[in-house]
T-cell receptor, first 113, second 113 residues
Framework: GESVGLHLPTLSVQEGDNSIINCAYSNSASDYFIWYKQESGKGPQFIIDIRSNMDKRQGQRVTVLLNKTVKHLSLQIAATQPGDSAVYFCAENGETSGSRLTFGEGTQLTVNP | ETGVTQTPRHLVMGMTNKKSLKCEQH?????MYWYKQSAKKPLELMFVYNFKEQTENNSVPSRFSPECPNSSHLFLHLHTLQPEDSALYLC????????????FGEGSWLTVV
């Protein structure tokens, strides 16, 4: 069936390093993708989105890359800070989900000082 | 401040109690959602309302009863819950149902004892 999933459940990085969080999707009809950040005890927070007509989109310290050929999405965080420690998960809206968002399981990012 | 406000933030209830979760969005959106988030599981869509009309009931047990009096308010009425219903219940809204970014509230932590 269709699914959205993350390659790694946990990621630990040193403060100041760049972080890369990956997401694989299986619905080739997906045309909209979002990354969310969820800090402990809080609701998911929108970080950045990208549509399928783009390969790359940049925000403040974050970049999302979309590879439609291999159905892969990644979130890059530059100069990772302790405040970036959270669970990150991707979401996509493909036709089989009624164009509603389908969420991945999440990757726990831990930033070590 | 996400624009989506949930109350209460924490709730402990017995299995014979009746309680309600409340959500209000200040974003001018037309669609509202209830999601359930359990440990180590992806977000589970429960209900969707679009322009006050329910457009999705994702096989949710009848002990969960949603109510949407207008596009800005959403309730989740709870009665005779089970311990396995303990989870974080997230309200969200979007401009319309499907194809849009979803914005979440901070969630209501529910513990059923």
């Amino acid at each position: 069936g269709e699914s959205v999933g993350l390659h790694l459940p946990t990621l630990s990085v040193q403060e100041g390093d760049n972080s890369i969080i990956n997401c694989a999707y299986s619905n080739s009809a997906s045309d909209y993708f979002i990354w969310y950040k969820q800090e402990s005890g809080k609701g998911p927070q929108f970080i950045i989105d990208i549509r399928s007509n783009m390969d790359k989109r940049q925000g403040q310290r974050v970049t999302v890359l979309l590879n439609k050929t291999v159905k892969h999405l990644s979130l890059q965080i530059a100069a990772t800070q302790p405040g970036d420690s959270a669970v990150y998960f991707c979401a996509e809206n493909g036709e089989t989900s009624g164009s509603r968002l389908t969420f991945g399981e999440g990757t726990q990012l831990t930033v070590n000082p | 401040e996400t624009g989506v406000t949930q109350t209460p933030r924490h709730l402990v209830m017995g299995m014979t109690n009746k309680k309600s979760l409340k959500c209000e969005q200040h974003l001018g959106h037309n669609a509202m959602y209830w999601y359930k988030q359990s440990a180590k599981k992806p977000l589970e869509l429960m209900f969707v309302y679009n322009f006050k009309e329910q457009t999705e009931n994702n096989s949710v047990p009848s002990r969960f009863s949603p109510e949407c009096p207008n596009s800005s308010h959403l309730f989740l009425h709870l009665h005779t819950l089970q311990p396995e219903d303990s989870a974080l219940y997230l309200c969200a809204s979007s401009q319309q149902d499907s194809g849009n970014t979803i914005y979440f509230g901070e969630g209501s932590w529910l513990t059923v004892v």
